[in-house]
């Protein structure tokens, strides 16, 4: 499979570093990067062909990766236009509509739409994706390759849950960077050393999340597991439960999901 990416920022050097150390070839990789700096960057790690503009290996691509910003998206992909309508597209773009997509690359279809996380840059990502009715099994398969490079994938029946899906799993990790400082500075407040604090918190966040990806148990019975009854814990979820925590935490996942449909009509002028 020969793949072509449009950008060659933050999430194609991601997916090209994860495709190239699961086997894949660097010389069926293409490149398509405006900023030179960029260019050099990923020259020196991969031996992929790069290039200013969209040029022959763009056009006999059989993928077409969109990872350019979605600012940038509708500018990057006019010298696409003639990109062949039998072969896939698949957009990382945040926000940008498969309409948007196909209005831009002259009526284009066969497209998948996804949304990663930063995690992929460590291989450990997550990536909710869509594929339009056009999509074949086949083409469904060559997505889920280029995504699992760089972690676990998730399809969803319709593209509305894009949005959700970039408040929970795009938006997560900085969810979770909050929470990892906010048990800092408490532990911290007590007198534990600065150092010892963020270390403590880190591995804390660590520890509990592998725990929670190989226990048979959900992480409700995890949580009442660490939760005796006129213990600690229950001291700490008591102030959680009365802040009603629970619901501003829905609150502010909510409102993400919400700025990520109004982004995808700012951008993609639907
Ligand atoms: N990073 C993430 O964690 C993440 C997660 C989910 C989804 N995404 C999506 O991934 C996409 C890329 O994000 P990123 O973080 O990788 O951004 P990035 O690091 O800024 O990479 C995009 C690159 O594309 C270049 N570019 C802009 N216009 C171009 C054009 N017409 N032709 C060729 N190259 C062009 C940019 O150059 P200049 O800098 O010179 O403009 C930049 O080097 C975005 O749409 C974003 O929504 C990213």
């Not at 940038?72 to 597209?89: H, N």
């Not at 997560?172 to 270390?199: C, H, M």
Request: aromatic share 4%.
């Amino acid at each position: 499979m020969k793949i072509a990416f449009l950008g060659g920022g933050n999430m194609a050097s991601a997916l090209i570093g994860g495709l190239i150390a699961k086997g894949t070839d660097p010389r069926s990789i293409s490149v398509v990067e405006m900023s030179p700096a960029a260019r050099d960057k990923l020259g020196e790690r991969h031996k992929v062909h790069l290039s200013s503009a969209p040029d022959a290996e763009t056009q006999h691509a059989d993928v077409l990766v969109l990872a350019v910003k979605p600012q940038d998206m509708q500018r990057a992909l006019a010298p696409l236009s003639g990109f062949s309508r039998e072969k896939l597209v698949v957009s990382v773009a945040a926000g940008i509509t498969l309409k948007s997509l196909t209005r831009w690359l002259d009526g284009h279809r066969k497209i998948v739409r996804c949304m990663p996380n930063t995690p992929a840059l460590i291989g450990a990502g997550i990536t909710g994706l869509f594929a339009s009715p056009e999509v074949g099994k086949n083409e469904r398969e060559k997505a889920e390759t280029i995504l699992r490079a760089v972690g676990d994938v998730v399809w969803m029946p319709e593209e509305r849950l894009l949005d959700p899906v970039t408040a929970v799993s795009a938006s997560g990790p900085a969810y979770v960077f909050w929470f990892i400082e906010q048990l800092a500075a408490s532990a911290v407040k007590l007198g534990i050393p600065k150092d010892a604090a963020l270390k403590m918190a880190k591995q804390t966040v660590l520890g509990s999340a592998m725990l929670a990806s190989q226990s048979a148990e959900s992480p409700e019975t995890l949580r009442k597991n660490v939760t005796s009854k006129g213990g600690t814990t229950e001291a700490a979820l008591k102030v959680f439960d009365e802040a009603k925590l629970a619901e501003h935490f829905a609150r502010a996942v909510a409102a993400a999901s919400k700025r990520g449909e109004e982004m995808g009509r700012e951008f993609g002028g639907d």
